[in-house]
């Protein structure tokens, strides 16, 4: 362990994507004992809160946030978040949202209901962990249609983000969906159903993400993706993990829309309706799949791939999407790897490997990464790379 943290404090020393000394701000919207701020807004907005700072969230109803400044907001599921919108995020810096209850802003009289997470032109890492959104009222799936929507963000990951009742947006964005879930609410069906996953001019990466679009009432039911452009790339580590489906309507029920873009599909991935191709590419194949958790300090990662495959899996700090040829997209830095371990992969039994993290403020909101390379079909591809948000 005092090794492991030896040679971390060197990588971050020298590292331009380790982050340096944090402040710990206290957000309580009760205003209870040792808290810095009542408003996230406020505390956004503080001089003194400078990039790259933490505000842990405590339990209550938090106010609205518009910002373009690098922060970790972390809390946990007794904190409820409504509107969120970050803009302009400069290259080289992270926003992250870690723990969270999403609720759906209150629109204007007359007005629309608006999304609750917006970004735009962050060129910088937008991480969205940990967050549970529950849509009621007598029309669900129009109470927040979409929960986010991301616009020019080349490094966006979004990690056990559980969603019932609104979907995702990306235009020009790279992405990694990973262990999340996107499914229709109950209640009453809008008149035209609403893709769980709409992803224009994209590269994407979907990992055990079940997406379900939901039901039309009168016309089409929503589709679980369309990809219009771009690319994606759908893993499961094992079967029933992640899934296409298409909501329910008149028509017959499309799961997936392909509009020129170039899209592959793990045979693992239950896909539950029509798929419909135009002027793109629609592959099965097998795609190697990784697995994480980070807990206790400790990073764990399982690399899945069919049985007699070798491969590598290696462990170290998380590099910005990054194309890689033929094989995939990158997100392991391989200059700072701290560990590998090389194997076959057994019947049942994927590559494992895992690694110590010490704790510290300083680590809050850092990226690890971890990354396989496997040799299946005779072809070099690239797992998903799994990235763990310290906190």
């Known amino acids: 362990m005092r090794a492991m943290a ?12 380790a982050p340096g000394q944090r402040s710990l701000w206290i ?76 609720i759906p802003p209150v629109p204007a009289p007359g007005g629309a209901w608006g ?39 080349p490094d966006l990951e979004l990690a056990n983000v559980i969603a019932t009742g609104g979907g995702v947006s990306l235009l020009r964005c790279r992405a990694t969906l990973l262990h999340c879930a996107f499914r229709p609410a109950l209640g009453n069906r809008p008149l035209i159903g609403i893709d769980a996953l709409v992803s224009d001019q994209s590269h994407l990466e ?19 993706a369309t990809i219009l452009g771009g690319s ?28 020129a873009a170039d ?11 029509a798929v419909q191709n135009t002027g793109g590419t629609y592959t099965v194949a097998d795609l190697p799949a990784l697995a994480t958790l980070y807990a206790a300090n400790q990073i764990s990662t399982s690399l899945f791939a069919p049985a007699g495959t070798p491969a590598v899996l290696a462990i170290g700090f998380a590099l910005p999407p990054t194309p890689w040829g033929t094989f995939g997209t990158l997100r392991l830095d391989p200059g700072l790897a701290l560990s590998a371990v090389a194997g076959v992969v057994a019947t049942g039994n ?35 790379g799994a990235t763990f948000l310290i906190r």
């Open 6 to 17: 030896s040679r971390l404090a060197v990588i971050l020393l020298f590292s331009s994507t």
């Open 115 to 153: 999304m609750w997470l917006t970004l735009s032109n962050c060129q910088g890492r937008v991480v969205v962990a940990d967050v549970a959104y529950y849509s009621g009222g007598v029309f669900p799936q129009l109470i927040l249609v979409r929960l986010i929507t991301a616009t020019d963000c």
């Open 232 to 259: 994606a790339c759908f893993r499961a580590t094992g079967s029933g993990l992640g899934s296409l489906q298409g909501g329910s309507g008149p028509p017959p029920t499309t799961a997936l829309q392909i509009q």
């Open 350 to 384: 994927p590559l494992a490997s895992s690694k110590p993290v010490p704790p510290g403020i300083q680590f809050f909101g850092t990226q690890f990464a971890a990354q396989g390379l496997a040799l299946v079909g005779g072809q070099t591809v690239l797992s998903n």
């Open 27 to 102: 957000v309580d919207p009760s205003g209870g004992s040792g808290s810095h701020y009542t408003s996230l807004q406020v505390a956004a907005d503080a001089a003194q809160v400078l990039p790259g700072d933490v505000l842990q969230l405590y339990p209550g109803t938090h106010a609205a946030l518009t910002t373009s400044k690098p922060l970790v907001l972390i809390g946990d599921s007794s904190c409820l978040l409504p509107s969120v919108s970050v803009a302009n995020l400069p290259p080289g810096t992270e926003f992250v949202i870690a723990g969270c209850t999403a």
């Open 206 to 224: 979907v990992v055990d993400t079940p997406l379900r679009g939901s039901p039309g009432s009168v016309l089409q039911g929503g589709r679980g």
């Open 263 to 273: 899209v592959r599909v793990s045979p693992s991935v239950t896909v539950v309706g």
